[in-house]
């Protein structure tokens, strides 16, 4: 595969230079478009980690290097939904990279997808809630707007004061760019009401912080608690389970969710285990009636 000249750099010149430079063009392109920062930050996370994997960066990848990489990642635990976005994600760039006509070729034509797995929500149960509530700010208003709003990472760290009253939350901009509102919860709202104007979450010197920067001190905090296998997205599993086990109606889950397709809201119909259970054990079971009967 061979890659054109970018802003003077030829061949010749460091390889890794060259392939920094096309992902800042590349993450320039996606903020012109509109795309969301969540997805920007999570664009430029994979292809830094790709890049630095490669001798000479992204410019010169080849497919099985690019395979080897995924591969290994699978065998160091990673999730299957973790590869799969991760695999997206390369395969976005190479696309753009050949479009644009700063790639001659691309490594990741004919390369196989990985299969998003089926999404099973898997709620922070109660008691681990209890403990994360007794977290100390700005990871104390992250857990609750996750756990009683169903934000995102990345709606938490763009969630103001002013966004919310006592009756509705406004997210101006949540997954795929578009604005949502859900009802408030009387926790948040008392949680929040006498805050002043301004982010809700932030670092120690009232700066603003990225969904990154969330995701990575909540882990930190998370395992300091015991709780290894908490995560934030958790919270927002929880939120939605128990919409659903209580209402039972899956266009609400959809509306609180804000999910913009049904299909999306439908893992949430998967109920819990012990439902699960008690359902299973309601089966009648036939009185019998005599002896084997004759072949």
Not at 14 to 37: F, N, Q, T
Not at 62 to 89: F, K, N, P, V
Not at 152 to 167: F, K, L
Request: net charge positive; glycine share 8%; proline share 6%.
């Amino acid at each position: 595969m061979g890659v054109r000249m970018i802003t003077g750099l030829t061949q010749s010149d460091d390889y890794r230079r060259m392939s920094d430079e096309l992902i800042d063009l590349h993450l320039a392109a996606l903020e012109a478009a509109g795309r969301p920062p969540s997805t920007i930050e999570a664009r430029n996370d994979v292809l830094r980690r790709l890049s630095r994997r490669l001798d000479y960066g992204l410019v010169y990848a080849a497919r099985e290097q690019i395979e080897g990489w995924l591969a290994d990642l699978r065998q160091r635990g990673r999730a299957r939904a973790t590869i799969s976005i991760y695999a997206y994600h390369t395969r976005a760039f190479f696309d753009w990279a050949c479009v644009m006509g700063f790639l001659d070729g691309n490594p990741t034509g004919g390369m196989e997808k990985p299969k998003m797995p089926r999404g099973i929500p898997n709620p922070i149960t109660e008691a681990e809630l209890a403990v994360l509530l007794g977290l100390a700010e700005p990871l104390l208003t992250a857990v609750i707007l996750g756990a009683f709003e169903g934000q995102r990472r990345a709606e938490i760290v763009a969630c103001r004061r002013e966004h919310i009253t006592e009756d509705v939350v406004r997210i101006p901009r949540g997954k795929g760019g578009d604005a949502g509102a859900v009802p408030t919860h009387p926790f948040v709202w008392e949680h929040i009401r006498d805050r002043p104007a301004g982010l809700l979450v932030t670092d120690r010197r009232g700066q603003p912080v990225t969904a990154h920067w969330l995701g990575v001190h909540a882990r930190y905090a998370f395992d300091a608690l015991g709780l290894p296998d908490v995560h934030l997205h958790r919270l927002r599993d929880r939120y939605g389970t128990v919409i659903q086990e209580q209402y039972g109606d899956l266009r609400v889950t959809q509306e609180c969710l804000r999910h913009r397709s049904v299909s999306s809201t439908e893992k949430y119909t998967l109920v819990t285990s012990k439902r699960r259970a008690a359902a299973v054990a309601t089966l009648p079971v036939p009185t019998k009636t005599g002896g084997p009967a004759a072949l």
